[in-house]
């Protein structure tokens, strides 16, 4: 099965890709990890692509749409892939197809994260990350067992830079101003499910897998 999971920032497209991606067997593929690691690594891509990140803007499309190409082609997608935070531009959206038509592959479904912005702000100012393992909680909505420990990993946690309220804020308009469009490309491809994402994590899941199984997809 091959998927996008689109939304604003926060709206819990990572976490639902981590729960469904294991639960069907298919590969997560978060550009955003991606392009943390490769910061955190100094590689090039990382030092091209840290500027725009800190700020809470986009990495260039010809960045972003090789370094998908190429993850597509690994092992672990045979089976399938969600793409978590890609395409973000139509451009991206455009090169996506045409990568995944020369490979005779396509997608199967988009679902779109609908949340409001008021969650937004609440979520991405509560999230901390495990340094050790990656593990993603909200203080309040998803808090660790031990305070600032992950449960899984004993990893200390901590708060992305561009969690940042002001980096938020940024992140939302770009998000209106470059990515919303997608709706309705996906829409016209008759691909989009949209998913209320303001519900507890349990209910969202609940929905994906639902929609995911009936196969409902709106007009
Ligand atoms: P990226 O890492 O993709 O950030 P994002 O899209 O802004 O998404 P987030 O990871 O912030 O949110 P999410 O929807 O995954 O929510 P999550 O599940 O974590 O990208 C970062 C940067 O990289 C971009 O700004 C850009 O610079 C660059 N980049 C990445 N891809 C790019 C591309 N294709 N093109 C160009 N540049 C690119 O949940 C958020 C919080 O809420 C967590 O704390 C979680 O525990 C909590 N939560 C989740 N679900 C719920 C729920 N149902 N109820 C309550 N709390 C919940």
Not at 14 to 31: E, F, P, W, Y
Not at 146 to 164: A, I, M, T
Not at 178 to 195: F, H, K, P
Not at 205 to 212: A, G, I, N, P
């Amino acid at each position: 099965m091959n998927l996008v999971f689109l939304g604003p920032p926060g709206a819990g497209k990572g976490t639902q890709a981590d729960l469904v991606g294991k639960a069907r067997g298919v590969a997560h593929i978060s550009t955003g990890d991606i392009l943390r690691e490769a910061v955190a690594a100094g590689s090039a891509l990382g030092m091209k692509a840290k500027g725009f990140m800190n700020s809470g803007g986009l990495v260039p499309d010809d960045l972003v749409i090789s370094l998908v190409a190429e993850r597509l082609e690994r092992e672990d997608c045979s089976e399938g892939f969600i793409l978590d935070g890609f395409p973000r531009t139509i451009a991206q959206a455009e090169a996506l197809d045409r990568t995944l038509t020369e490979r005779g592959r396509s997608l199967d479904a988009v679902i779109y994260f609908a949340v409001d912005d008021d969650q937004v702000v609440r979520r991405l100012s509560g999230r901390r990350i495990c340094g050790g393992c990656g593990g993603n909680y909200h203080v309040d909505f998803m808090p660790p067992a031990s305070e600032g420990v992950c449960d899984k990993c004993g990893g200390e946690l901590y708060q992305r830079d561009d969690d940042k309220a002001g980096t938020v804020r940024e992140r939302l308009k770009v998000y209106y101003d470059q990515t919303a469009d997608l709706i309705d490309y996906y829409r016209g491809q008759s691909l989009l499910m949209e998913v209320d994402a303001s519900r507890s994590p349990g209910e969202v899941r609940s929905d994906v897998d639902e929609k995911l199984s009936g196969g409902r997809r709106q007009a």
